[in-house]
């Protein structure tokens, strides 16, 4: 990443990326006249109930729902209960389905970054391709430092590589690693940064990244505090996830080398992605995260 010909060779395909977007997007114009008509159970023959507890229900049209998404497209030719009771229920935020909705009804765009985040999710679910390409508009073009780490989770793990590297981007562009004075480099040099991770539920983790500040080693603590004898855990870089392995719910320490993590794994960016995944009893989290040097 600090090579500049890299960088700008990047830049440049994220750039062709959104002209791609704009184009694909500029005949979508917003219907206002319809405000009126969106969720009015006269002209609606179908409803969607939304959240776990306190349920919202929206009224809204089949054919425009599966005029935009071949996920309700299928739903809707077929035998199923939803179908055949005309309502429908997604747990999902509240406020990402209801923007989802006016979308498909109003060609509505998202304008929020958070919210942005959560409807691409709901967009790549039901295969929405213009919406979930004006969400990953959006957010190519207004993503910032403080939600960059988290979009760039939401970006990966939908396949959405522009804008996963856009993400990076912002993050090695805005980050300065405070230098560290000679002799307190020479103390600490050989003292490992140790990252301690426990897992007690299966929820996501708060990660937080780690800076070595110049230190040679990273010591990563996996601890099973499930109460599993079935737990494995694993954990390694991003095109390595099994690079170390603990079974039958067993705590383990990895040691990791700050030269082999630059060598190997780094490359010419100033960081490394450690991914942890633990998976017990068909159970699964997977988290990452960044790791300066």
């Not at 719910?249 to 960016?269: C, N, P, R």
């Amino acid at each position: 990443m600090s090579n500049p010909s890299l960088i700008a060779q990047n830049q440049k395909a994220i750039q062709e990326r959104i002209l791609c977007l704009q184009g694909r997007l500029a005949e979508i114009v917003e219907h206002k006249d319809g405000n009126n008509m969106f969720n009015q159970s006269e002209f609606s023959d179908f409803k969607v109930k939304v959240g776990k507890t306190n349920t919202k229900t929206y009224f809204v049209s089949r054919f425009l729902m599966a005029q935009r998404s071949s996920v309700f497209q299928t739903m809707f030719k077929t035998q199923f209960k939803e179908v055949m009771d005309e309502e429908m229920e997604i747990k999902a935020d509240v406020n990402a389905v209801e923007a989802m909705l006016l979308f498909i009804h109003q060609n509505k765009k998202v304008e929020n970054v958070d919210l942005a985040m959560k409807v691409v999710q709901l967009a790549h679910l039901y295969e929405i391709n213009l919406l979930q390409d004006q969400c990953e508009l959006f957010l190519l073009e207004n993503i910032k430092l403080k939600r960059a780490q988290e979009c760039w989770t939401v970006a990966d793990s939908l396949g959405m590589d522009y804008l996963a590297y856009k993400c990076v981007e912002v993050i090695y562009l805005n980050y300065r690693l405070p230098e560290l004075k000679p002799d307190v480099k020479e103390q600490v040099n050989d003292v490992p940064v140790v990252k301690e991770i426990v897992f007690n539920k299966y929820d996501a983790l708060d990660f937080t990244d780690l800076h070595l500040n110049g230190r040679k080693k990273l010591l990563v603590r996996l601890k099973n505090h499930m109460g599993r004898g079935d737990m494995h855990f694993y954990c390694g870089f991003r095109n390595d996830r099994q690079h170390n392995v603990a079974k039958n719910g067993s705590d383990v320490e990895i040691l990791f080398d700050a030269d082999e993590m630059k060598t190997k794994y780094a490359g010419k960016q100033d960081f490394v992605i450690i991914w942890v995944y633990s998976y017990a009893g068909g159970n699964k989290i997977i988290e990452c995260f960044m790791v300066y040097f």
